[in-house]
């Protein structure tokens, strides 16, 4: 059995590519409320601050920072996971594990997270946030993308409406 290292850094910014099993599906367009409420729900219990997001049909991307003190982000991710799946229902493909293990199969098992290192690499992934649905080809601009916190950061001024930069190569857990 695979063991995980996950880095527990109390406070700490990191960057997380979620998945779903079947990354054909649009379930996480399709049903955009309730993941915006499973969200909140969960935030509500276990509280992050939101650097950057943003939902695709098939998986997203977060840049969260933690509260100072705590850094279960896995028990955030897991509540978050299956609340989305209670809301939205459904039969999804299992293998013999999952179902021993009482997962419902909709998402990937496991997550990529990076922790955030320094303010350059914070940049390099928020701005990965932006520019996701137009490097998958959803759309032409970041501003065209509505499930992305790219709309909040241009109210804020920390991003120009017109952005369009590109993102430097690097590993973003896709």
Do not use: N
């Not at 609340?83 to 939205?88: E, G, I, K, L």
């Not at 303010?119 to 065209?144: F, K, N, Q, T």
């Amino acid at each position: 059995m695979p063991s995980y290292r996950r880095a527990a850094v109390p406070g700490a910014a990191f960057f997380f590519t979620v998945a779903l099993a079947d990354r054909r599906s649009r379930v996480l367009v399709d049903h955009a409320d309730a993941l915006r409420g499973a969200f909140v729900a969960t935030t509500r219990e276990h509280p992050v601050e939101v650097d950057a997001m943003v939902v695709l049909p098939d998986h997203l991307h977060a840049v969260w920072r933690l509260p100072e003190g705590d850094a279960d982000f896995p028990a955030r991710w897991r509540k978050l996971k299956a609340r989305f799946t209670r809301a939205v229902g459904g039969e999804w493909p299992r293998s013999r594990s999952k179902i021993a293990k009482g997962e419902r199969g909709l998402w990937q098992r496991r997550y990529w997270e990076h922790m955030i290192r320094d303010a350059e690499d914070w940049r390099r992934h928020v701005e990965y946030c932006w520019s996701d649905p137009v490097r998958h080809g959803l759309v032409a601009a970041a501003r065209d993308w509505p499930l992305s916190s790219f709309h909040r950061d241009v109210r804020r001024g920390i991003a120009p409406a017109d952005w369009s930069g590109a993102v430097a190569p690097g590993r973003f857990g896709e």
